[in-house]
């Protein structure tokens, strides 16, 4: 991992308060409040949250300790017996929620659906009882690879209520990258559908499944299940693969929540690192239950009339926390959409928000940027005025992409809420209030209440004010990954030892550089490891080196991100070809072709660069931050003494 000097060069003073009207109706409404919670939570965290637990969750079985913390392992609500989808849907049918709406569909091709809370658990209920129908049983591992349809997030809940770990992989995944992570988690049944649309082209699911277990790649596999969604022809292998709605529909709804230890695994979700194999990142029930509750509810300021929409794919972990799990725990009504807005329809979004008069709306600053420049023209011809709060995650927001949604979207009554959080924290860590924190545009503000959120340096001393350094959090929260699954060596190097424990504090490393100004709020400038951000979706250097160095024709490979206007950064590939190949067109092509059949379309690089040789320090560490400077066309900076062969430099430049 590389440290480089953290520098900011953003300097944003703007500052905009909470609309009166907004402030007159929130939930927590002032900064004397946020800051009276704040030091509420920090005085006694585990009566904070112990207090939490008890007014907002129903338990089957109350625990003996609110957190048992050994270092780097937390234990939360100790003995506690829990069913996250007894939280996220029986205790809303005992209320006027049963018929409230709980899960609003619309599909690509202008489709849509509804289920009230009353029929998404049954139909939870029957899938669950399928599940058990074919041998699924606490514990086991299931895989969830679909499209972005009712089915993916009933998958899931079924999944929970019987104890059986999810482990959703995003759909844009490629077959191998589907085989990996199935591989690791050892899954016993694969849930998926024959395909899912995604502007205005099929994603052969189906296939890539049968591709990824094919030669029986993944023993533990022993049947999928396929939602016919598409109606495009796939092979059922008899015996592994079955139809849905075939075992759905003589399936009982009668299927009561299992009763689940607080800390029983509900969840795997692979995330990249900066080493090449993807972590499987473990949550568990309680916790994880309580933190996404508590932060939609927070965050989101929601109120039982919502219609709240987040963008995100059930793939991601904020389509876990955040259309799934913490909006259903509320008794939300939350909005899917399984389209994106493409040629056809470059306004589709502002469509969606018109016809269910969508309140509050949660995507990525990628996305804003791709709206800016499809231009205003789109939003200003819907009635957007149902939105009452805007949110964003994924990256950082720039100011200007923060000023042109708060003026075109938000029409300059809603707040944005800028969100940073990780896989790893499960919900949101630091984001502004937003009732009662003024926001700054490019800031996500101030860390929620029992969230202690510092920037240090690598010794664990706080920088100064403005100094950029490293995020830490210096005490546990109940959304927070437990492990890496199968692998508790790795969590610990990864988040706990970077910056060493003294007197009994232990940091967790988030892998961003930060920067705290005069009031307190956090600007988070990026990852300080190997981890690329495209379109907000994390991908590790060396996954996609490793993609590169198993094509017959590369020696050797260096990838770094590049700054791109709307994907944030984008992928360059240094590639040294083995003796006998020779560079063309045509083989940049087939490179980049084989990084997609390796990991997914999310990983193209959009430049391969030939050269003979790579810069490295006398050890023999690629220097990336040089690379990054050739990448972007920049001027290579800083100490270039390290490196072991100076002239290499030149050549690559040349090579440019
Ligand atoms: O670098 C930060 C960036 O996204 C990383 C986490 O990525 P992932 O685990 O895929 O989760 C994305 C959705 C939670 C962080 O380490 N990041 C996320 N949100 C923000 C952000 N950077 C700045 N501001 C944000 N609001």
Redesign the pocket.
Known sequence: MSHPTIESILQENRLFHPPADFVAKARINSLEAYNALYERAKADPAAFWGELAQQELEWFQPWDQVLDWQPPNAKWFVNGKINITYNCLDRHLKTWRKNKAALIWEGEPGDSRTLTYAQLHREVCQFANVLKQLGVKKGDRVGIYMPMIPEAAIAMLACARLGAPHSVVFGGFSAEALRDRLIDAQAKLVVTADGGWRKDAIVPLKDQVDKALAHQAVPSVENVLVVQRTQQPVTMVPGRDHWWHDLQKGASADCPAEPMDSEDLLFILY?SGSTGKPKGVVHTTAGYNLYTHITTQWVFDLQDTDVYWCT?DVG???GHSYIVYGPLSNGATTLMYEGAPRASNPGCFWDVIEKYGVTIFYTAPTAIRAFIKMGEHLPRARNLSSLRLLG??????NPEAWMWYYRVIGGERCPIV????????GGHM??SLPGAIPMKPGS?TKPLPGILADVVDLEGNPVGLNEGGYLVIRHPWPGMMRTVYGDPDRFRRTYWEHIPPRDGQYFYF???GARKDEDGYFW?M??VDD?I?VS???LGTMEIESALVSHPAVAEAAVVGKPDEIKGEEIVAFVILEGSATPSDALQQELKQHVVNEIGALARPAEIRFTDALPKTRSGKIMRRLLRSLAAGQEVSGDTSTLEDRSVLDKLRQGA
């Open positions: 995330t995100a991601w972990i904020t964003t995650v994924g990256e950082p927001i800028d969100t940073w959080w990780q896989t790893e924290t630091i984001t996500a988030a892998g961003d988070v990026g990852r981890v951000n907000g979706h994390r």
